[in-house]
């Protein structure tokens, strides 16, 4: 039962934001009692922590889930279009509500899972190095940080909606350019090849160096 009153909070959430949806509401849904719902959480406080980590959780094992068989290139394209696709869609509400109701429980789950996150990506990266489809003198700190910048630029702000374009066009003109621009020549046409054996519908150029 918690993990199906948790599933289902999470999907409410990020569809309606965190303040839409009351402990009320979660129960009618669920068809449960209120007593049921506070055998397994204290508070909305404490339920929307857990349902935090289980966000997150969902999103790191489809990060270990990635091809190993992949070039580092194509292992981090792969990474952040997924991560764009699944977040780009979510309520705005949704990260509003958590900065500017919950500020220091997202800090503290932010800090909380930061590492292993940040280790995953900084391994990715210098595979992308070690095979030669990332420059060699790129600083792994400062690609990582540039490209979460970008991420939560795209997904927890309002600026590209405007645009009215899909995610995948969202991501090709922000993150993608930025990751071609971390490739080698060979890098480079190895991620074209990689994408037009996905299905995309794209012609990168070659970079002259």
């Known amino acids: 039962m918690k993990e199906k009153i948790l599933q289902k909070a999470l999907e409410l959430f990020l ?8 402990n009320v509401k979660l129960v009618e849904v669920l068809g449960i009692s209120t007593k049921t719902l506070y055998k397994y959480f204290e508070n909305k406080e404490g339920l929307l922590e857990q349902v935090l980590y289980l966000y997150h959780d969902q999103q790191y094992r489809c990060l270990n889930s990635l091809s190993l068989d992949k070039n580092g290139a194509c292992r981090f394209f792969d990474a952040w279009h997924y991560a764009l696709e699944i977040a780009y869609n979510i309520n705005q509400k949704f990260f509003e509500d958590l900065h500017h109701y919950y500020p220091e429980l997202t800090r503290k789950v ?15 990266i210098q595979n992308a190095i070690t095979d030669g489809s990332f420059e060699k003198d790129i600083k792994p700190m400062v690609v ?4 979460f910048l970008l991420h939560a630029t795209i997904v927890r702000t309002e600026k ?6 899909s995610s995948f066009d969202i991501f090709l003109n922000t993150m993608f350019i930025y990751i071609r621009g971390l490739c080698s020549e060979e890098g480079i046409s190895m991620l074209q ?3 037009h054996s ?5 012609t990168v150029k070659q970079k002259h160096l």
């Not at 569809?15 to 009351?22: L, N």
């Not at 800090?111 to 391994?123: G, P, Y």
């Not at 990582?144 to 490209?147: G, R, S």
């Open 160 to 165: 590209f909606k405007k645009y009215q374009l």
């Open 144 to 147: 990582l940080d540039t490209v």
């Open 15 to 22: 569809q309606f934001g965190t303040r839409e949806i009351s």
């Open 193 to 195: 090849e990689h994408i």
């Open 198 to 202: 996905s299905g995309y519908s794209l």
């Open 110 to 124: 932010e800090t909380a899972i930061d590492q292993k996150f940040t280790e995953k990506f900084l391994n990715i």
